[in-house]
C-alpha cells in the first residue's frame, strides 16, 4: 500500500502542514514533534512525492538533458559527468533522445517544462531560434554542453574546436608527416564540422605543407560508419597520404576498420588521429592516438553552471575546456 502525506499527519496526529515544514526543514515544531513524525514516517515506509514537493520548495531536484544521439559513446561520457555533480547537488537526471529532429526536441522541451525540471543543459546540438524562444519565455535556465550559440547568450560548456584540430594536425607535422589527408564530419555544420576543418587546413598552410581538394573527405555525420568510407574514399584520392586526423574517435575506429580490410597497416603504412578520447580509443588495435575532449569534466561543469544559476539567480561565463593530445600506438615518425 502506497501511504500519503495525510497518511503520515493523521497517525502522528498532527497536521499536513506540519509534517510538510519538517520533510522540508522549514521549522516552526519541537523536537519531541519531529521524533514522532519521522518514526511514522519510518512506520509506513512512507516516500515523498518529489513533484508535490516541489510545488512547496519551487525545485524538483530533476535537471533535464537534450541529446541528438544516444548510442555515441561521446554521450555517455559526457552522461557520466552530468550525473556526477546532480548526485552532488540531491538532483536526478532526465534525458531526451532528440535524434536532431525539430519536432521532437520542441515535444522533449514541452515536456521537460511540464514536468517542472529546474532547468535544461542542451548538448552537442545547433540551438534554433524556435528552442530558445521557448525556453526563454518559461525562464528556465539553461546551459549548452558541447555546442555553443552565436546568436543568443546562452552560457556554454566546450572545447575550441578550430584550435583542437589545429594540435591534431601539428602533430601529425611535428611527426615528420607531409602528405596528411583529414576525414572530416559534416562541412555544413558550424558547430564542430567546419571548425574541425577550418583547424585542420590553417595547420597546413602555416607549416607549408602542401593543401589541395584531395585532402579532405567530407562525410556525413562523425560515425563509425563515416570513418569506414571516409578512409575508403581518402586512399582513392590521395593514395599518397602517409598520416590521417579523423573528425571523431569513432571516424577514426572506423578508418582502422577499414584499413585492416584493405590491407594497410597503421601505423607502418599510414597514421592515424582521431579527436575526442573516448574510452573505445585506448581499446582499438592499435590503441588510438587522439586529441582528448575532457567529456565527463565538461559535463559535470555545465551541471555545475546549472546548478549555480539556481543558487544565485546569477548567469556564469561560459567555459572553454582544455584539450591536449594523448599519444598511444596509431601514430609514428614519417621517414619521408
Do not use: W
Not at 598520416?243 to 571523431?248: E, N, Q, R
Not at 546549472?306 to 584539450?323: A, V
Amino acid at each position: 500500500m502506497s501511504y500519503t502525506i495525510k497518511d503520515v499527519a493523521k497517525k502522528a496526529n498532527v497536521s499536513i502542514a506540519t509534517v510538510s515544514r519538517i520533510l522540508n526543514g522549514q521549522g516552526g515544531y519541537s523536537e519531541k514533534t519531529k521524533f514522532k513524525v519521522l518514526k511514522v514516517i519510518e512506520e509506513l515506509g512512507y516516500q515523498p512525492n518529489a513533484v508535490a514537493r516541489g510545488l512547496i520548495n519551487k525545485r524538483t531536484h530533476t535537471i533535464g538533458v537534450l541529446f541528438p544521439k544516444l548510442s555515441s559513446s561521446l554521450v555517455t561520457d559526457l552522461l557520466d559527468g552530468i550525473e556526477k555533480a546532480a548526485n552532488d547537488n540531491g538532483s536526478s537526471v532526465i534525458v531526451c533522445h532528440t535524434e536532431s529532429n525539430g519536432e521532437k526536441t520542441m515535444k522533449y522541451l514541452q515536456l521537460l517544462i511540464e514536468k517542472r525540471v529546474d532547468g535544461i543543459i542542451f548538448a552537442s546540438e545547433i540551438l534554433k531560434d524556435e528552442y530558445y524562444q521557448f525556453v526563454t519565455k518559461t525562464s528556465m535556465p539553461m546551459i549548452l554542453l558541447s555546442t555553443e550559440s552565436y546568436a543568443y547568450p546562452v552560457p556554454f560548456v566546450k572545447v575550441n574546436d578550430f584550435h583542437a584540430a589545429y594540435a591534431a594536425a601539428k602533430h601529425l607535422i611535428d611527426k615528420g608527416h607531409t602528405r596528411i589527408g583529414m576525414i572530416s564530419g559534416n562541412k555544413e555544420d558550424i558547430i564542430a564540422g567546419i571548425p574541425r576543418i577550418e583547424g585542420f587546413k590553417k595547420a597546413l598552410t602555416d607549416h607549408n605543407i602542401p593543401l589541395g581538394s584531395e585532402n579532405i573527405v567530407f562525410s556525413r555525420g562523425f560515425t563509425f560508419p563515416d570513418g569506414v568510407e571516409g578512409l575508403k574514399s581518402l586512399i582513392k584520392q590521395f593514395p599518397d597520404a602517409t598520416a590521417i586526423f579523423a573528425a571523431s574517435d569513432e571516424m577514426a575506429i572506423g578508418a582502422l576498420s577499414a584499413a585492416y580490410q584493405m590491407g594497410i597497416r597503421v601505423p607502418d603504412e599510414v597514421s592515424v588521429i582521431g579527436y575526442d578520447n573516448l574510452n573505445l580509443a585506448e581499446m582499438s588495435i592499435p590503441p588510438l592516438t587522439t586529441v582528448e575532449q575532457p567529456l565527463a569534466k565538461m559535463g559535470e561543469t555545465a551541471a555545475e553552471m546549472l546548478f549555480s544559476i539556481l543558487e544565485t539567480g546569477e548567469t556564469p561565463e561560459s567555459r572553454i575546456m582544455q584539450h591536449k593530445i594523448i599519444e598511444r600506438m596509431s601514430v609514428k615518425e614519417s621517414k619521408s
